[in-house]
């Protein structure tokens, strides 16, 4: 873009965070105990596992349905809704956005919801297998866009509203084209991130006959070792992570807190395998997510990776880090989060964003949990003695999806001196 | 195959909007004790996903069928009791 345009953008900030997770039910919860490196991953009690060779998950389980909505409510929102709702009245309240109604026709709702759809269907169905009759809540409840249209519903934004459905990266693409939105002028702010339940019974068992989940059901906690030589596989999980971004200009007319902004985005495909990998793949969304952040390899202090402690992941990843990054890879700190919250598909790329923008606000990096047995593949630094301080002012924080949907995303920290004064 | 008689052809009007009345209340979990002929649906908090939901138990208590067109043009509980009466009576 050349230099008479750039003057037209806009600086994207982020004023608010929301989280329900495996760890705790709010940003404080969810951030303190990934630093403490603990883990979310528990024996499944939610649902009969017998049939299933993986009977463990990353169950939200500090939330009860019945506290936060009617019986009504209950009945006509996925467990994705709910969650989504609870994750996005934090990160409202955190950032202080209180809306006119003339303000409230520009707020965007662009979330990220994949698997959600699935799991509510499993007892529906069910039904209709059995006795024959469907529900009319069917399709209203399951549909994947269902957590967006209800935080737009809820809190009265009747901007843009959408659902992005790119499996493991869908809310990293959401944040990516609000982001977008915000920096072209298309939209003044939006509520983003994502929310998604991979836990049901079919949807489980699914995973794990596709040879991806680990089994190691004894031992819950230390089951999902993301980079480790032993890594078995990936633990599915549940949760939301919203983020309130807004231009600049709307965040310092405020004068709302900001913990950072997002300078850069990238999407890209593999264009190769629908379960497997591409190292060209990965590398190429990195380096397209440097150049739209004007940033060089080494202006980046750290690395949230994708992580999902498959086989073929971590290394692809590791592989793709270094041909990025050069020699200075190393140098990097590169975490994953998915071995302490699991993975949570759609809301999975949100809530590591989320875990990128704390550590730029607090200089500290959670740990990688579980690397037991160094994998001569995996040999980067990847934070596992515990929480780190570090300095951090431009982190990157990557998405790779089944089916070869890539994502970059990149936070830093805020300095207002770089504005051009939008 | 059509059943030759209903019992409920037989009820009284009374009878009739007690029965849809206690269908409705069951089927929605709202308290029915305060509605009119002429109360709107929406305004007891039943909304056109309920009213599918309604439309499915009254055609099992009823023994009738509910086309898509008359569930549409419900608007109030005396909408109801006049397309089942009506419904009842050709029977």
Redesign the interface.
């Known amino acids: 873009m050349d230099e008479n345009h750039k003057q037209y953008l806009h600086r994207v900030m982020i004023t608010g965070l929301g989280v329900v997770s495996p760890l705790g039910c709010s940003v404080t919860d969810f951030w303190t105990e990934l630093l403490q490196g603990r883990s979310g991953v528990r024996t499944i009690t939610n649902f009969d596992t017998a049939k299933c060779r993986t009977r463990i998950g990353a169950e939200v389980i500090d939330y009860d349905a019945r506290r936060h909505f009617s019986r009504k409510e209950t009945q006509r929102l996925s467990r994705s809704s709910q969650l989504a709702i609870l994750a996005a009245t934090e990160a409202l309240e955190d950032s202080g956005l209180n809306l006119t109604a003339a303000e409230s026709s520009k707020m965007g709702v662009i979330i990220g919801s994949s698997i959600g759809g699935f799991t509510a269907s499993e007892p529906f169905f069910r039904t209709y297998f059995d006795d024959g009759s469907a529900s009319p809540l069917i399709i209203p409840v399951v549909m994947n866009s269902a957590p967006a249209s209800n935080l737009s519903i809820r809190f009265g934004f009747k901007g843009p509203l959408m659902n992005i459905d790119a499996a493991c990266a869908s809310s990293a693409h959401a944040i990516g084209y609000s982001f977008h939105q915000i920096k072209f002028g298309l939209l003044e702010a939006a509520v983003t991130g994502g929310a998604d339940s991979a836990l049901s019974q079919g949807v489980m068992h699914a995973w794990s006959s596709l040879r991806t989940l680990s089994e190691r059901n004894e031992d819950p906690a230390r089951a999902c070792r993301p980079f480790s030589l032993d890594r078995d596989g990936m633990v599915l999980g549940e949760g939301a992570g919203i983020l309130v971004l807004e231009s600049e200009r709307s965040a310092l007319n405020r004068k709302a807190k900001i913990y950072g902004e997002i300078t850069g985005y990238a999407a890209a495909s593999d264009s190769y395998h629908l379960t497997k990998p591409s190292e060209p793949g990965l590398a190429g969304v990195m380096r397209d997510a440097l150049a739209s952040a004007s940033l060089l390899p080494n202006d980046i202090d750290y690395i949230a990776a994708h992580a999902t402690a498959t086989l073929w992941n971590d290394k692809t990843e590791t592989a793709a880090i270094k041909d990025v990054f050069g020699p200075s890879a190393v140098e990097i700190p590169v975490v994953g989060i998915k071995g302490a919250i699991g993975h949570s598909i759609g809301a999975s790329s949100a809530l590591q964003l989320i875990s990128c923008v704390l550590s730029l606000r607090d200089n500290l990096l959670p740990p990688t949990i579980n690397v037991n047995i160094p994998d001569p593949e995996c040999d980067l630094d990847y934070v596992t003695e515990g929480k780190r301080p570090r300095n951090v002012t431009h982190a990157m924080s990557n998405s790779f999806a089944f089916g070869g949907s890539n994502a970059s995303l990149v936070v830093s920290r805020y300095l207002s001196h770089l504005s051009s004064g939008n | 195959m059509k059943p030759n008689h209903h019992a409920e052809s037989n009820m009284t009007r009374e009878e009739l909007i007690e029965r849809v009345k206690e269908t409705i209340a069951k089927e929605t979990?709202i308290s029915f004790s305060g509605v009119h002929l002429d109360t709107r649906l929406e305004d007891v908090?039943i909304d056109s996903?309920d009213m599918?939901?309604v439309a499915?138990a009254l055609e099992k208590t009823f023994n009738i069928t509910i086309v898509t067109t008359e569930l549409l043009r419900f608007q109030t509980f005396g909408d109801v009791i006049e397309e089942l009466q009506r419904k009842l009576s050709s029977e």
């Open positions: 979990n908090n996903l599918i939901e499915l």
